[in-house]
């Protein structure tokens, strides 16, 4: 025996989950999604992927190599956001707005806030409303070789049929990674078997959303059926919000009830917003408003503790 | 209740495999035996001899001081060498008489106790209080107080901690398979002593051997009954175990008597037995000594005082050399900076690893995951706890239920970003009831 061995406080032993394998897993459980927008849309789908992760990294190891700090680039945490932000964006963007939406995520939003944990909104989203405010036309112009003309969810606002079978799969226009359903929850459904996201909000959000559009399409006298509400759920980005932006653990409450708080209120808004709203969409903006009431929301559901009625939840 | 069980807790992988299957083996200490006055939670015992004084084994060496305190019996034969401050498990400094071992394991003559049905309640109590028995389940808590509620007549059941769900260790285990009489016979006292209670031995059900010999051992005993317990990490914590046997749930300011609950691990129940029917001290007790360092890793029967060094010995050494060294489960043990420390009586394994998880990943951001929450047993968000913690915010500390926690590590097991949760929550823990403990002296004063 020679020398002291290592100590420290209980416990000795770790799980084997770090916070880099968690996000490489949600990197790996965009891939269908992503993929998808590079077959729906073709090559230049992928170039804007790379180029909103490739500036996201950048960005975040530029500024902690200038500002002398512990480069964490490794958690992965940065590519996730250049990547969300890159299947936020339309097809026919021009190149500098993925790298200006990366730019204003990364830096603006979470190392300005202090970096990884402490930003208060879900950088990707931000960006991304950081560019639809700034460049308006750019942001909702859908069309492409692809496709041409509106997206399901405008046409259906102007009262026009749409396909959902092609909604559900994913040939529609809309922005790169949210038009299929179907390879957006086989992405949700690798997040849920490896344990990294619940039911709790997603499941929430879904379910709220469905009863007050329908509840608020009927009060503004269109007819609600079934095409109608497959076509709210499958279009936008409602699928990819809920299973991946508004699972974002950092921006939604830690607590369980909170959670189904928080959920029920992104459905509402969601719906205010798409139904009596302006634009089509507002899966983004409901996600933000939502992001911004978690303190309170957390405030309010603390949970009990165990010997004072918390030991059956 | 269809699951006996909790909410929370963890599943680590348990290394059990590496000890189980071995015998106990009785081992004969053979350098200097060192035993501190504090091995269990009250007043440290008092010494009673002196440098130079020859002592038997089983002879009382130091006094219990008030009646939450605990006596401390030499366990061999030999001279006083010293008594002087020797370093323990925690790290800290602890009044010890250290003994030279003459090697000769001269034994003091026990009278034959009356059979414990002829004698009253208070008596059994006194035997258990006079052997020095604690609870051995690591908190070392003076059994004949524990047994004491103000209302015994109240007391529903007598639960044996038979889950050991600490990982690597088997102790309980080997114990349970080899001397289940013991265990049944120290449940017959205990039950004797609280005459509305049903005893129940709960074992963890990765344990199936034992809830089949214990059932079997239990047979005929109308008041006893074995509770298969799902296997998970803190399932023995006292107050988990409660509400997985009961249904009861407790506070951190309540106790197991409060629901008519009294809590004592497989080695403590195995004391008792001891004391009160064979009227013997505690001497003894058992060790897993493990982890992939180890070239023989097996459970040893342990004169208390004996060196952590002649346990290595007895496992056949080290293999290669340890990263770490943990005197207990590696969910909450203490780590060892020096082998140089004496064992206790409330000393359940020696665990010997390769490679220490801990510093191999250092600490990050939190990203408000949110497994802290959900594994805590004690249904708090650690994460918060830990925040207030650091801050130093004792009074949001507090006020979040930061005194609920029970140390069991599952937080800092679980959490990705690898944050000392545990161990903050810990620290401002201890902070919170010194500084009551103060204000309660203050106010007496």
Redesign the interface.
Known sequence: ??G????????????R???A??MGTVLIALLPAAAFGVYNFGPRAALLILISVASAVLTEYLFERLCKKKV?VG?L?AAVTGLLLALNLPVSAPWWIPILGSFFAIFVVKLLFG????NFVNPALAGRCFLLISFPAIMTDFNCDAYAGATPLAAIKAGESVNVMDMILGRTAGTIGETSMIAIVLGACILILAGIIDLNVPGSYIVSFTVFAALFAALTGRTVNGPYLSAQLAGGGLMLGAFFMATD??T?P??KKGQYVYGIFLGFMTAVFRIFGASAEGVSYAILLGNLLVPLIEKYT???????G???? | MAKFTFVGGVHPFDGKALSKDKPMKAILPKGELVYPMSQHIGAPAAPIVKKGDRVLAGQKIAQAQGFMSAPVYATVSGTVKAIEPRRVVTGDKVMSIVVDNDQLYEEVEYPEPVPYEQVSREEIIRRIQEAGVVGMGGAGFPTHVKLSPKEPEKIEYVIANCAECEPYLTSDYRRMIEEPEKLVGGMKVLLHLFPNAKGVFAVEDNKPDCIALLKEHTQGEERMSVVSLQTKYPQGSERQLIYAVTGRAIHAAMLPADVGCIVDNVDTVVAVNRAVNEGKPLMNRIITVTGDAVADPRNFIVRIGTNYHELIDEAGGFVTEPAKIVSGGPMMGFALFDLDVPTTKTASALLCMTKDEVSALEPSACINCGRCAEVCPGRVVPKQLADYALRHDLEKFEKYNGLECCECGCCSYICPARRPLTQAIKSARKMVLAEKKKKKEAGKS
């Not at chain 1, 970096?115 to 402490?118: E, H, K, N, V």
């Not at chain 1, 603390?302 to 004072?308: A, D, E, T, Y």
């Open positions: 025996m020679s002291l061995h290592k100590v420290s406080s209980n416990p000795h032993v770790r799980a989950a770090t916070t394998s968690i964490t958690d945490s970096g990884l944990g402490q653990y950092v939604r830690i607590t603390m949970p009990k503790c165990f010997g004072k918390g030991e059956r939840s």
